[in-house]
């Protein structure tokens, strides 16, 4: 197998234009680049850095925040609480008032029931802001 130093290597690399030897090699190792040599492989390599990979769009980190199932089971908690509140809540008022339809349910009153699911789906946005405030810091 071929074997080689690291010294040896950067030598090579150094010598581009073979002409100088090994000790044009050593010298520039000692040196460093001139301002010309610097100009020129940046005009063929271009700069020394990484490319920034794109950014995610807010609406998928928006969506990746209810990707949990945990989350899941919360939101149909949610949803089961707010159509039993409204069920509920419903028939207690057509008890009352036999003519009362869906907009009955907006007086203070009703609204009580509504407080469950309310929170729950506070939590969760809350719980989603953060999330994508979190990962829109760490890009």
Not at 81 to 87: G, K, M, P, T, Y
Not at 110 to 121: C, N, Q, T, Y
């Amino acid at each position: 197998a071929w074997e080689c130093d690291e010294e040896t290597v950067v030598l090579a690399y150094l010598n581009e234009d073979r002409k100088g030897g090994l000790l044009h090699a050593k010298e520039a190792l000692a040196q460093g680049l001139s301002s010309d040599q610097v100009r020129e492989r940046r005009e063929k390599h271009g700069l020394n850095e990484l490319e920034k990979p794109p950014s995610t769009p807010i609406w998928k980190l928006v969506l990746e925040q209810f990707d949990d199932t945990l989350v899941k089971v919360l939101l149909v908690a949610a949803i089961v609480s707010f159509v039993l509140a409204i069920s509920e809540e419903l028939e207690a008022i057509k008890e009352v008032h036999p003519d009362a339809n869906i907009w009955s349910l907006l007086s203070m009153d009703s609204l009580k029931a509504f407080v469950e699911p309310g929170v729950i789906v506070l939590i969760l946005l809350l719980n989603a802001i953060v999330g994508v405030w979190q990962e829109s810091n760490a890009e």
